[in-house]
């Protein structure tokens, strides 16, 4: 079993809708979690990060973290056609510097 | 420019050849990281370091593979006697001390095949 699940999709949404991401994890001592946007042939670039459980929101995008069910989510509001990406959760200890990615959700956003 | 920069961009190789990848971080970024992402996949970890030191090599799949920061700034992924299955693309990414925050800034990667 993977240390954290990502449904790869793709998931395909008309301009405007509201996208729901998710992630699963199984160990319960990561304590920092991020959402990445990777365009094609690029790197990923840090979009959100959380610490601990609870919402985080920065403009379109909201990102929340349920510790106890190692569920962690992040919404993107009035989809646009720039939002098409592969989404990566990643996740790490409080110690040391690794990060542990999922295997990202390819998203497009038609106009 | 002032992001990570990376070097080759590409790089085709036949199998069993040695193949060496260039990472040079941000200025003032302390922490180097390497991944391997293949199609489809998320960034996989291969190794960390901290300045110098390899702080965790954790990742890196077997001896054929190691890398180095002989300076505390550039830093070299080498691969011996390469396999196909080394074929992937090679992300370097780097921060400011251990990047509480979890921001890496990552370059575009090296894409590496292997015949």
């Known amino acids: 079993q993977k240390e954290v699940e990502q449904d790869p999709g793709p998931l395909s949404v008309p301009e405007g809708a509201i996208v729901s991401l998710n992630c699963t994890y199984s160990?319960?001592?990561?304590?920092?979690f991020m959402w990445y946007r990777q365009y094609s042939r690029k790197g990923p670039e840090l979009l959100m990060y959380t610490y601990s459980s609870g919402n985080k929101e920065d403009g379109r995008f909201t990102a929340q973290v349920d510790k106890s069910s190692k569920y962690i989510s992040l919404f993107i509001r009035d989809s646009q056609p720039s939002d098409s990406a592969t989404y990566l959760c990643?996740?790490?200890?409080?110690?040391?510097?690794?990060?542990?990615f999922g295997q990202g959700t390819e998203l497009s956003v038609k106009p | 420019g002032a992001g990570v920069s990376q070097t080759p961009s590409n790089k085709v190789t036949e199998k069993g050849k040695y193949v060496e990848l260039r990472c040079d971080p941000i200025s003032g970024h302390t922490a180097l990281y390497w991944y391997r992402q293949s199609l489809g996949q998320g960034p996989e970890f291969l190794i960390y370091f901290q300045g110098t030191g390899a702080a965790d090599d954790s990742g890196l799949p077997n001896d054929r593979f190691f890398a180095v920061r002989p300076e505390g700034s550039v830093s070299t992924l080498k691969i011996q006697r390469t396999e196909r299955g080394d074929s992937a693309v090679y992300l370097c990414?780097?921060?400011?001390?251990?990047?509480?925050?979890?921001?890496?800034?990552f370059g575009e990667g090296s894409r590496l095949t292997v015949l």
């Open positions: 990414a780097s921060s400011r001390g251990l990047a509480a925050t979890g921001e890496l800034f």
């Open positions: 160990n319960s001592a990561f304590q920092y």
């Open positions: 990643a996740m790490k200890y409080n110690q040391g510097g690794k990060l542990i």
